[in-house]
């Protein structure tokens, strides 16, 4: 491997020779490639199987937000909001009976 970075030892290379070396070292690249495309897809599956399992536990318990619960999201999306700079001016708003 020293070799090729020597670019006189290149020089000395047939056409055939540069041509196998340079299929050999598409082929590795392509090929490492693939491997880590399939570990990455095989980790997002068990990835997304240990999420589905969690998201199933939560809906088992029930999570019923309180009014207490609510202001706090009002507050903390009010905060948001200031933080990101936005001009928001709230014109009106409604209780919606499904929250109750």
């Known amino acids: 491997m020293e070799n090729f970075a020597n670019p006189e030892f290149i020089k000395t290379l047939s056409m055939g020779e540069k041509f196998s070396y340079s ?3 598409t082929l590795l690249g392509m090929g490492i490639t693939f ?5 990455l897809m095989f980790s997002i599956k068990l990835l997304s199987k ?5 998201s199933e536990k939560t809906k088992e318990k029930g999570v019923v ?3 207490d619960d609510l202001e706090l999201v009002a507050a ?7 933080y990101s ?6 014109c009106s708003y409604k209780e ?5």
Do not use: N
């Open 76 to 82: 903390i999306s009010a905060a948001i909001t200031e």
């Open 23 to 25: 299929l050999t070292v």
């Open 65 to 67: 937000l309180e009014q």
């Open 50 to 54: 240990v999420a589905l399992k969690a």
């Open 35 to 39: 491997l880590i495309l399939v570990l």
């Open 96 to 100: 919606v009976d499904s929250f109750k």
């Open 85 to 90: 700079g936005k001009d928001v001016v709230v």
